[in-house]
């Protein structure tokens, strides 16, 4: 076991620890607003996409400032510089998670969705929709690090296949692409870049759970 592990178990309620916790929350909160974003801006709802939009940037700022919270807290701890470092690297990509979901909001706060084909519409609301509870199993995959190691790494695996479904969504958002009609080029353009925007989304939580094996394997 990692001296980590061991870390985690012996001083649960240290200040840093309980920050990760509630980035890796936050993240999860900014990726469900995504997820409101993106079904009021095809259902027309101005309103509530900008405050949906706010929420976002909001939270996002709140991640960045936990994260510059927690490497403060670990560059002053006790650990090993090896286990620092791998913490470090779980926060960072933790951090990727809310980054790519403010990212989204963005490109669809340049899109217009009143004469985007239904397909791309519904191709949209299901990898949002995807990307949404990939990172609520990335969220269980961290938490249970802090105390039952054989789960983690079981979350881990869940969060894999949860990945390999977005692909395959991404994969058919391609081709729907290359088949619709769009008002303008631009728009194909801007659809695009949400679609890719949305699969780092999934992809940031593959690392985060990529870091946690790391983490759990090291001796």
């Given amino acids: ?14 200040k840093a620890l309980e920050t990760v916790k509630h980035h890796l929350a936050i993240a999860t909160q900014i990726a469900e607003e995504l997820e409101k974003a993106v079904k009021t801006a095809v259902n027309g709802n101005e309103k509530e996409f900008q405050e949906c939009v706010k929420r976002v940037t909001s939270s996002e700022k709140e991640a960045d400032m936990l994260r510059r919270r927690v490497m403060d807290e670990l560059a002053k701890g006790e650990l090993p510089p090896a286990d620092r ?7 960072k990509r933790v951090d990727m998670i809310a980054d790519w979901c403010r990212e989204s909001t963005r490109i669809l706060g ?8 239904v397909s791309i519409k519904n191709q949209c609301i299901e990898m949002v929709e995807g990307v949404k509870q990939i990172t609520i199993l990335a969220q269980k995959c961290v938490n249970k690090i802090m105390t039952r190691t054989e789960e983690a790494l079981q979350a881990a695996d869940e969060v894999e296949r949860a990945e390999e479904k977005i692909d395959d969504l991404h994969e058919k958002a391609r081709i729907l692409l290359g088949k619709e009609d769009f008002p303008r080029a631009g728009t ?18 593959e690392d985060v759970c990529d870091q946690v094996r790391i983490i759990v394997v090291r001796k």
């Avoid at 340049?110 to 084909?117: G, N, Q, R, T, V």
């Fill in 1 to 14: 076991m990692s001296e980590l592990i061991k870390w985690f178990e012996k001083r649960r309620e240290t």
């Fill in 85 to 91: 470092v791998d913490l470090m690297d779980l926060v």
């Fill in 188 to 205: 194909a353009v801007l659809v695009s870049q949400l679609f890719e925007t949305l699969e780092m989304v999934a992809d940031s939580c």
């Fill in 110 to 117: 340049a899109l217009s969705m009143e004469h985007m084909p």
